[in-house]
């Protein structure tokens, strides 16, 4: 918990300091450590985070736009004026895929690792193990012949085994334009994960605990907030043809 006077200093910390605090680049983790620094006083990340919710602040990835050539804008238009017209039942035979890191620490970064060229990249094995044989296969079978699987353009996922495991189970895999996650709801669907894991109380602490937090939440999400999602790929293919393919607000 927290005083008025300490909800007062968080509201302060947002507001000022260095110049890239007057673009509100924030997170809860470096506002927690503004805090303690200026006033003395120990305030959790999970505090912060609650007390930015009460403004109408939360979590949000820092936007950034990778910048789209006259091809890949081409290639975007073509898509959404292919797809604009799908019916929500047609979409509801699309299965979307992405992948999101989730961590204990919010500013932890990525451990990086020093391999000889010859040794192999186990990342195809672990995407056809995992997602394609434990998850997409029992979809295709659930859905039947109109299944169609959404994968990006990320060079793990081009992998000959990866093609074959999906042409032996007979999955049709979707068309995407490459540097399109304005197009992809499920990106809005980490956002409510992430925002609902931010939220806990007490916050997971270990692995295991952020595992179970992680299922629990995508179990508590409402069903019509994820078909809201899902409705809304249509509006996205029309934004994208009014920019010519170009970003759109989503």
Known sequence: MTSVRGHGAIVYCLNSGSDDSLTGCHNAS?????????????????????????IGLYARRTVRCVPLTATYCHLRLTWSREHALRTPQQWSCVMFSDEFRFS?????????????????????????????????RLFRCAVGAEFLFMD???RPHRA????????SGDIT???????????????HMWDMLSQRIAARQPPPTCLPEL??????????IPQDQTDNLILSISRRCKAC?????????Y
């Open 211 to 220: 595992r179970r937090a992680l299922l629990d939440e995508c179990c508590n």
């Open 173 to 187: 895999r979707m068309d995407w334009p490459a540097y399109s996650p304005d197009l992809n709801p499920i990106e």
């Open 241 to 249: 043809i009014v920019s010519y393919g170009r970003h759109t607000p």
């Open 160 to 167: 000959n085994i990866v093609d074959e495991c999906l042409q």
């Open 152 to 154: 990006d353009n990320a």
């Open 30 to 54: 470096d506002l927690s450590r503004q805090l303690s620094s200026a006033t003395g006083t120990t305030v959790s990340r999970q505090t912060v985070y609650r007390r930015l919710g009460h």
């Open 104 to 136: 204990l620490q919010s500013d932890s970064r990525r451990t990086l690792i020093q391999r000889a060229p010859e040794c192999n990249d186990d990342r195809p094995h672990i995407y056809r193990d995992v997602i394609l044989e434990q998850h997409v």
